[in-house]
């Protein structure tokens, strides 16, 4: 059978590749012509561990072709982003572009899965549009089991740095607007998916997407709560949450200058628009979490001398460790709001990245790698726990003013090795 992929972005390209991988025929569609191409040509526009290779490969034996319109297809997956307006609401046009750029290709028995992440009652709403835009087929918002187009929501779920091996092993929720439709899709994901596959209703499965990343964004903003405790009783949190972790039901997540990348830090303004009356909680998490860069700065500030000229180095850009993407990230926010202090010299290190991204353009920041920046700096602020700064010397760090966001000097190296009396279960 053959799908069409609209969106060929973090999340449609490596779905494109898995099911082309599968021996599906698959069309991948995006707006922006030099993606197409580029895929056309068997190479990729996103980082992703081993996507390169089977891209390449897929492209080669003719499984998969990318076009800039979609094609007659038996299912169609849309995957395309759903970022946030200025004013925090859910912005959905591109889905609702997407599903109308569908509608003129369905014919009686295909499929359409929304995965993009959506406020609750996007999918309804897409059918909607579709059904007006087709008149000639029935679909489940009026028809219910007897629409001949299927439609159903099933997010995706997939960590960056592992999509591929998350989009295969992970479960999955799939919610059809027909039983039917649930089916239908259960069974073009049961050609890849090796998790369960969990079929309820569209609504649900929207608000599931959402209530998995605000879970997220509310369990770091409490241990951004605990490290800012921490701080106002010189206490080391890195060591509380540590020790507090070994209970056998606490299981708190690490402190950070803040969360970052496109999903984490979006996706709970959604629920709160949805029910903002009854979300203090999530409302509550997001201002911590938001506020957290802020804080590292206001801590650089009280280390600072302010009569005299001196420098920073800022060791980490990325949204989290071990990625190049810069994206909504805490640390680049930090150097940010640096770069509006007098009288401080910044120099950046960011080893999976070749410069500055542009936002941090013509601000007089330097680029360099991070040991040339420590060389240079009186104070290192380290912003992601990047694994090449685990192996930085601590000699290198010796006579510097430190700011540890992430807790990797400052507690996973120093930990004292006589503070721990093994018990005899060992
Ligand atoms: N972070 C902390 N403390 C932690 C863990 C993370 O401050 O203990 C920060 C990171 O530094 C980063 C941010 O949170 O700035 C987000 O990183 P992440 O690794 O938690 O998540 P993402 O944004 O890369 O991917 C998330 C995942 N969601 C969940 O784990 C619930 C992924 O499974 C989703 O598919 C993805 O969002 C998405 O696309 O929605």
Known sequence: SKVCVVGMGYIGLPTCAILAGHGLDVIGVDINEAVVEKVNRGEIHIVEPDLDGLIQKVVANGKLKAFSTPQTADAFIIAVPTPMTDDRKPDVTYVH????????????????VLESTSPVGTTRAITRLIAELRPDLKFPVAHGEDADV????????VLPGKVLTELVNNDRSIGGLSRKSSQ??????STFVLGDLFLTSPESAELVKLTENAFRDVNIAFANEIAAVCQ?????????????????????????????????AIDPYFIIDSAPDDTPLIASARRINSGRPHTVVRDIKALLDPTAKQTIACLGLSFKPNIDDMRESPAVEVVELLSEIPNLKIIAAEPNARGLPRQLEGKGIEFTDALSAIDQADIVVLLVDHRQFNLIDPEALKDKRLIDTRGLWTWRKAR???????GRKH
């Open 97 to 112: 572009a997407a599903a109308k750029s569908i509608a003129p290709v369905l014919k009686p028995g295909d499929l359409v």
């Open 150 to 157: 299927l439609v159903a929501y099933s997010p995706e779920r």
């Open 184 to 189: 239908r899709a259960a069974a073009l994901y």
């Open 232 to 264: 106002h009783l010189s206490l080391n949190v890195w060591e509380v949450i540590d020790l507090a972790n070994k209970h056998p039901r606490v299981n708190i997540l690490q402190p950070s200058p803040g969360v970052g990348g496109h999903c984490i």
């Open 416 to 422: 004292k090795p006589d503070a721990r009396i093994e």
